[in-house]
């Protein structure tokens, strides 16, 4: 494959999965050089990445094993994907501030190759305003973050911080390495999931969308390098690696999220499924049914999409979704017309495999500026490539017609 990889072990428990995370990379035919801190040789020699390797390990900035070059440079140079796991919050404070101050640090300032980190560590240092800054600043320089999984912790305390597993770690790698890099440098803002409307504490009005079709658009930007921000409605799929999340449950929330975000998007892409009513009062209580049965006056949700695109600029691609149940193509064209879209993608919900809670989707994508494109019945990460294809088509003709826009960095 011809592929190198560093990686960069940092002094915390979980450095025992690096040596999975070494096996399965060198198993898969890649060059892999394995960098350690001082405090991580107390958790695993350094004999064991080198057995594992086929590589001397470099744990010593000053350690010049080729007097030819400069260590720590030369890695860097070579170096296809920097991937460092795990990444305390020690590692993580010195890599935001651009402290170096050992083979670690000196080398992730020298790389110019895609950035993976994966944090773990005590679930309240990662919830620490410090850490989630420095996590915040690293992802706005472009690094990939994963997010820590949950469980039991190494000192006894149940919550996020686990390091990803490394099979996970290794997709997020393999990605990174065959990626399309089209969107780099651009903004794009996602929406995924239901919302929620409450009826009273324990009821509430929603629909069937689980987010798998907004969470493989999140993840295929992601891998194509674009800034991803995903905002979600309640669901039960893991997070996407290397995106900002915003958990959002009604659709005020969502309204107010997209409002937040929109405006600094180069790409807008509408996947959630809001609810259409909601209650016009909420109850304080729970309904008791020796209460008799409840009389529900509905009013109209917002509507967030058409609201939002009532201030989209000219340098703006918008795309929206119309899942319905008849006449998905006539009702996405209006949608399209009504709502000022570059796109909308349309399905029918009834049909085999392309309703909500599979892992396929067979859709139209109705385009302003351009013919429709009927898609096969495929799975939903295909899909959003597909769509990301003709997103990037709209961002170049958008830019090529105003040649002063740029992309938000």
């Known amino acids: 494959m011809g592929k190198t990889i560093l990686l960069g072990v940092a002094g915390g428990i979980a450095a025992f999965k690096s040596a999975s995370v070494c ?20 958790f695993v020699q350094p004999l064991t990445f080198q057995a594992l390797s086929r590589n001397p390990v ?11 070059e400069i260590a720590h440079i030369a890695k860097a140079d070579a170096a296809d994907v920097f991937v460092i796991a795990p990444a305390t919050a020690n590692v993580i404070g010195k890599l935001a501030n651009g402290i170096a101050d ?20 005590n679930v309240n240092m990662y919830q620490h305003p410090a850490v989630t800054e420095n996590l915040q600043r690293l992802r706005q320089r472009g690094a990939i973050v994963l997010e820590p999984g949950t469980g039991l912790l190494a000192c006894g305390w149940i919550g996020k911080g686990r390091l990803p597993e490394p099979e996970d770690i290794v997709a997020v790698v393999e990605a990174v390495l065959h990626r399309k890099t089209d969107l780099n ?3 794009v803002l996602v929406t995924a999931g239901p919302t929620v409307e409450d009826l009273d504490p324990v009821r509430y009005l929603s629909n069937s969308s689980t987010g798998k079709m907004g969470y493989a658009i999140a993840q295929a930007a992601v891998q194509r390098g674009a800034d991803v921000i995903l905002v979600s409605g309640p669901t039960h799929l893991p997070p996407v690696h290397g995106v900002e999340m915003v958990r959002i449950r009604s659709t005020e929330d969502l309204l ?4 937040a975000h929109a405006p600094s998007c180069d790409v807008f892409i509408s996947a959630a499924a809001p609810a259409d009513f909601r209650p016009v009062q909420r109850l304080s209580h729970k309904w008791k049914k020796s209460d008799g049965v409840p009389v529900l006056e509905l009013e109209p949700t917002p509507d967030v999409l058409a609201t939002v695109a009532q201030s989209k600029h000219d340098g703006q691609v918008f795309v929206g979704f119309a899942a319905e149940t008849k006449n998905a193509v006539d009702y996405g064209r209006r949608k399209l017309e009504r709502k000022n879209l570059d796109m909308v993608v349309v399905n029918d919900v009834t049909e085999d495999g392309a309703g ?3 892992d396929t989707n067979h859709v139209t994508i109705l385009r302003k500026d351009g013919p429709d494109v009927a898609l096969p019945l495929m799975s939903k990460s295909a899909v959003a490539d597909e769509l990301l294809d003709l997103v990037v088509e709209a961002l170049r003709s958008k830019r090529n017609s105003h040649p002063e826009m740029e992309p938000h960095a």
């Open 58 to 68: 470099l744990t010593d900035t000053f350690e010049e094993p080729n007097p030819a």
């Open 102 to 121: 050992d083979v670690l640090t000196t080398t992730a300032l020298a790389v110019t190759c895609p950035l993976v980190i994966a944090p773990a560590m």
């Open 356 to 358: 909500f809670g599979v």
């Open 185 to 187: 440098g651009t903004r």
């Open 23 to 42: 096996s399965s990379l060198v198993k898969k035919g890649y060059d892999v050089q394995v960098l350690m801190t001082e405090n991580a040789t107390k």
């Open 256 to 259: 107010h999220a997209v409002q």
